[in-house]
Every structure is written in structure tokens, then in C-alpha cells.
């Protein structure tokens, strides 16, 4: 490799370490100053492709992050320069040029501060008594619920999580052309909205942060077991999905989202252990618990003792419980099931569905016998709940299998199998319905 080539690539290395580390912070820091989150991001992303030309000629610079800001608030200066109708909000960003490459003024009620001369000066604007508000606030704005689910998903992961547009839509297996429609349309919404850059109080914050929270587990889900593909985890988006909540535990530390944490941490930490040499799934009861993350089970543990508020458990809090009895147990048959039953009837109640259903169901036959737990089963079947999930054949199948009834496992296998788009999970499916064939014949 020639010395021009190996500089572009060790620049382009690292202005992506950077992006991935600090995209929030320094999205967060313009969207503060310009009051324009679609701009911010727009000239966030023109000073990403600045630094791939200037780095590799200049070196890196001893704080990147703030190049990339001083550089993108430039471009931000230009384009007010550029709309004619702009003329009033270009003069508040530029009341505080002045010479020698300082940051005057600062944010005031009449507008922002703004840098002036060589971004290479590197100033110091990431203010850290600042970043965690902006950053808090760059959440509620990518999950804001004006915006569709898949929109929220798609903007939290490019703008707060630093993916690539090209990384989100390998993660969710749909073209890159997708997901940038996603993410246009989401900052027009936004600003057709008129949704604000802030930290809301009183009842809407609840309202937002529970959004975002729902959009981490989405995101996290989808990498834990993955829906459709040939890989059941991608452990790029659970990873993701458990720093971002890191984060947020730590902006917004309330029950409920240390509920999430210890929920996505005590799920995290049997990855290791739930596929084999090949990428094969291997189930629970399966699984060498010596591989389990003790390290993420003791996190999870520490941010379940946080997750009960004044009215007790919440959902996620419910959910994080239900992991730990797994944690902790040495074993499926000494896991305590009877406490699971107890959770997941709790959990049907503050958080109805019939997904807890069917979970209560595995739960139930394995305390009390798969004859009972066939019984909750079949009382979805009757309800017409989950007609078109894969979820309800795959754990009938199994409660029949373990009650002698091997043909009509097989048969639930069967139809399970071609209900999943997961491959990986397809095969578990096909292979337990010939096991039972085998053996029936």
C-alpha cells in the first residue's frame, strides 16, 4: 500500500471512530446551536466528508470532535449565507465572528454563538456541562412519536448511534435506498412539527421517554433474534441497543429505564453461549451456562435493584426479573418457574399482549406440567391471537411433543417452519419435526 493510500485509510478509520464515539455529542452540540436538527445533521455529515480530504493532509487533529464541530457550524454559516429568505437568522449566527479564530457571544436568548476562523484551531465546543442535555435532548427528537416506528429506528441508529446508512439497512436486511427515504422523511417531519430541541418536563417527558425506551428494545430485539436472514443475532445491533440504553440510564436514570438496562444486559449476557460454531441457534435448554457473561449478569442484577419505583415494577423491570431467575439458575430444570408464572401474570397485566401470553404458557408447562401449559395455548388458538406467527405452532408443538402426541408436534413443527423467515430458526423447526418422524416411524 502507498504512503498517500495508507493515510487516506488511516484517516478514514478514524474519522469513523469518531462519528461512532461522538456523533450524538456533536449532532446534538449544532442542532443546539442552529435550532435546525435537518441542517445539523446535513452539515454534520459535510464535515465528516471534510475531514476524509483534510486528515490524511493535516493529520488528525488533538480534538476531532471538535474540528468536526467548528467545521460543520461553518458550513451551517454558509448555508444561511446561501437562503435568501434567511437573512435575519444568518445575522444572529454571525454576530459573533470576529477575528483570530474565537468563539464570541456564546447561546443567548437572541441566538447562538459561533465560531470564527480556521476550524483547525480546534475551540472548545462541546461544553460538557452542556453534552448530556443535548444529547438527551437529541434522543426525544429521533424518537419523537409524530415520527413512525421504523422512521424512529432508522433516524436513533444514524444520528445518536452513529450508524451508517448502509450499516442500518444490512441490519434490517432492507435496501440502503430505504432507509434513506426513512431518515429524509423523519427530518421533514420534524421540522414540519416544529418539534423543539429540548429536554420536555412534567408529563411529556414521560410520554417521550417511554418512546424512546420503546424504540432501544425494538432495536434491540431485532439484534437478539432476528426476524427474517441467515443470522439469528446481530450482535452489532443488540450492542448498540445495550450502550445506547447505557447512555440513557445515565441522562434519565428512572426505574423504568434501568429496568430496560437490566433487561437488555441480563438478555446480552447468554449471547455467548446461544449459537453454535456455525451460527446454528441452540436453545436454552441446551446451552452451556459456563459461556454466560457473568460480567453483564452482575450489571444487570445492579440495574434491576434500581428498576422498582413508587408503584413497583414496570414492564421492562418485569421482563428483567424474568431474566434474572434464568441468570441465576444452574440449570432449566432448577430454574424457579413458579416465580416466572407469578411474573408473567403480573406482566399480563400492566402490559397485556398475547406474546406474554404464549411466554406465560412455556412457563406454566414447565411448572406444572405441559398439559396446563397446552391449555393457555389453546385458548390463544381460540382467540384467533398470533394467526400468523410462527411463535404460536413452534411452542404448541413443543408442549405436544412433550405430551406423547408426536404426529400432531410434527405437524405444528411443520407449520411453524414455513411461518418463519428467520433461516436459522427455520432450521431448528424442520429438524425437530424430522426427529419426531424418525422416531414415529
Not at 220 to 240: K, M
Not at 403 to 428: I, K, M, N, P
Request: glycine residues 8%.
Amino acid at each position: 500500500m502507498s504512503p498517500r493510500a495508507s493515510a487516506d485509510d488511516a484517516a478514514r478509520r478514524a474519522v469513523e471512530a469518531v462519528w461512532r464515539i461522538e456523533s450524538a455529542r456533536i449532532v446534538g452540540a449544532l442542532t443546539r446551536y442552529t435550532r435546525d436538527f435537518e441542517l445539523a445533521e446535513d452539515v454534520a455529515q459535510e464535515a465528516l466528508a471534510a475531514a476524509l480530504v483534510a486528515w490524511p493532509r493535516d493529520g488528525t487533529p488533538r480534538d476531532p470532535a471538535a474540528w468536526l464541530v467548528a467545521t460543520a457550524r461553518r458550513r451551517a454559516i454558509d448555508a444561511y449565507r446561501r437562503r435568501a429568505g434567511r437573512d435575519e437568522r444568518y445575522a444572529a449566527l454571525a454576530h459573533g465572528l470576529a477575528e483570530g479564530g474565537v468563539v464570541t457571544g456564546g447561546p443567548t436568548a437572541s441566538g447562538p454563538g459561533v465560531l470564527a476562523g480556521d476550524p483547525g484551531s480546534e475551540p472548545a465546543l462541546l461544553e460538557p456541562d452542556r453534552i448530556d442535555d443535548d444529547v438527551l435532548a437529541l434522543m426525544f427528537v429521533a424518537c419523537h412519536p409524530v415520527l413512525s416506528r421504523e422512521a424512529r429506528i432508522a433516524l436513533t441508529l444514524r444520528v445518536v448511534g452513529g450508524l451508517t446508512t448502509d450499516e442500518i439497512a444490512r441490519a434490517f436486511l432492507v435496501p440502503v435506498a430505504t432507509v434513506q427515504a426513512r431518515i429524509t422523511r423523519a427530518k421533514k417531519t420534524i421540522a414540519a412539527a416544529q418539534v423543539p430541541f429540548e429536554v420536555p418536563g412534567g408529563a411529556d417527558r414521560a410520554t417521550r421517554l417511554s418512546s424512546v425506551r420503546g424504540v432501544l428494545y425494538v432495536i434491540f430485539t431485532e439484534g437478539s433474534s432476528a426476524t427474517s436472514g441467515d443470522e439469528w443475532i446481530r450482535h452489532d445491533l443488540a450492542r448498540e441497543a445495550v450502550r445506547l440504553a447505557r447512555v440513557l440510564s445515565r441522562l434519565a436514570p428512572e426505574p423504568e429505564t434501568f429496568g430496560l438496562l437490566a433487561l437488555l444486559e441480563l438478555t446480552a449476557a447468554r449471547f455467548p453461549a446461544r449459537t453454535g460454531p456455525s451460527g446454528e441457534p441452540i436453545l436454552l435448554e441446551d446451552q452451556d451456562r459456563r459461556r454466560w457473561d457473568r460480567a453483564a449478569i452482575v450489571r444487570g442484577r445492579a440495574a434491576l435493584r434500581r428498576a422498582v419505583g413508587p408503584a413497583g415494577m414496570g414492564p421492562y423491570a418485569l421482563q428483567a426479573a424474568i431474566a434474572e431467575c434464568h441468570a441465576v439458575a444452574r440449570s432449566v430444570p432448577e430454574t424457579d418457574w413458579e416465580r416466572v408464572v407469578v411474573l408473567y401474570e403480573a406482566l399480563g397485566r400492566v402490559a397485556p399482549s398475547p406474546v406474554v401470553d404464549l411466554n406465560r404458557a412455556v412457563a406454566v408447562a414447565m411448572a406444572r406440567g405441559p398439559e396446563l401449559g397446552l391449555r393457555v395455548v389453546d385458548d390463544l388458538v381460540a382467540r384467533g391471537e398470533l394467526a400468523g406467527s410462527h411463535l404460536l405452532p413452534g411452542v404448541r408443538g413443543e408442549m405436544l411433543a412433550r405430551l406423547g402426541r408426536a404426529a400432531e408436534a410434527r405437524g405444528e413443527y411443520l407449520r411453524a417452519a414455513e411461518l418463519c423467515r428467520s433461516t436459522r430458526e427455520r432450521a431448528v423447526l424442520t429438524a425437530k419435526a424430522a426427529a419426531l418422524a424418525a422416531t414415529d416411524g
